[in-house]
């Protein structure tokens, strides 16, 4: 079960240790989602990532720095109506310098995931989850309708928003093979790194047990 972070929306510098505790722990991806940053200070907070630990790094702008600094991939938003033909653009040149870069994309409707045909890494669908937790699944779908999509896409689909920890066997009896976490880690305040720490084990034990 892949457990993904996305990164904090804020130019705070503790953010990079806590992304190599992360990493030290087990964290499979991080995207670098700061779309406020200029390309001199994405260039600044690459810098300040151990190489080690790079090639787990996703892109979500400035794409053109993935290859130069030997990232694992670029990340495409269905927001940006440009994104299709000029993201597609981009990541061809970015491909030509890293052929085994990888491609990922968010869906904010079962529509336009089950429309797509591209081929991916991974996708995000969201919001997926009920964020005020009166109830489980938001108000743009329903477990069935879930369950039934996700048997049969073609995409390894993540889930995003309102994920947290009670809900990764949830999410993973539904049918997602893996999970994204985001506000609920950065809004954490007391112990950020021993909340990860526990999604992680969670994430690995609903893995084992969860078929």
Request: glycine fraction near 4%; hydrophobic fraction near 35%; aromatic fraction near 12%.
């Amino acid at each position: 079960m892949k457990l993904i972070v996305i990164s904090s929306p804020n130019k705070s510098k503790s953010e990079i240790g806590y992304l190599i505790d992360f990493m030290k722990i087990g964290l499979d991806v991080f995207h670098v989602k700061k779309k406020n940053f200029s390309r001199k200070q994405m260039v600044e907070y690459l810098s300040m990532i151990p190489e080690e630990y790079r090639n787990r790094l996703v892109l979500h702008n400035h794409y053109s720095l993935a290859s130069k600094f030997n990232l694992r991939g670029i990340h495409i938003s269905s927001h940006k109506k440009h994104t299709s033909f000029w993201g597609n653009i981009r990541f061809g040149i970015a491909r030509f310098f890293k052929p085994n870069l990888k491609l990922t994309k968010s869906f904010h409707s079962i529509q336009s995931l089950v429309n797509d045909k591209k081929q991916y890494d991974y996708v995000f669908l969201s919001p997926v989850f009920d964020r005020h937790e009166m109830q489980e699944f938001s108000a743009a779908y329903s477990e069935k309708q879930l369950r039934s999509v996700l048997y049969k896409t073609k995409h390894e689909v993540i889930a995003l928003g309102g994920v947290s920890y009670s809900r990764i066997e949830l999410a993973r009896r539904t049918g997602f093979e893996g999970i994204a976490i985001h506000s609920a880690i950065w809004k954490e305040k007391h112990d950020r790194t021993g909340m990860f720490d526990e999604i992680y084990r969670e994430t690995k034990r609903v893995e084992k047990q969860v078929n």
